[in-house]
């Protein structure tokens, strides 16, 4: 079994940054692709970004300049950075990863980190 756990989130005011990190814990796995979404009460769940375990990087629309994925292999793990953040970035963000586990593929997913911008 692997786990996906967040940590970061917080309440900012407009214009202030956070670091959101999460990392994958379990055994005989491997990490391929992992990724940021987020999802803002009423709204269905977007993609904020994500990264392939080779570092490239795609970014939503709403984000692009503004925030940044990154991620450490040997740690298993995959961070946002979030600047210039703006109300409507409140969200839960939720840390997502394509897993392999022995021979099986399938999806993780954190247990969501709430981001609150407001003045």
């Known amino acids: 079994q692997v786990q996906l756990v967040e940590s970061g989130g917080g309440a900012v005011q407009p214009g202030g940054s956070l670091r959101l990190s999460c990392a994958a814990s379990?055994?005989?796995?491997?990490?391929?692709?992992m990724a940021w979404y987020r999802q803002a009460p009423g709204k269905q769940r977007e993609l904020v970004a994500d990264?392939?375990?080779?570092?490239?990087?795609n970014y939503g629309d709403s984000v692009k300049g503004r925030f940044t994925i990154s991620r450490d292999n040997a740690k298993n793990t995959v961070y946002l950075q979030l600047n210039s953040l703006k109300p409507e970035d409140t969200a839960v963000y939720y840390c997502?990863?394509?897993?392999?586990?022995?021979?099986?593929?399938?999806?993780?997913w954190g247990q969501g980190a709430q981001v609150t911008v407001s003045s």
């Open positions: 379990g055994r005989f796995f491997v990490v391929n692709s």
């Open positions: 997502q990863a394509q897993v392999i586990v022995l021979t099986i593929i399938r999806d993780y």
């Open positions: 990264i392939t375990s080779g570092g490239k990087t």
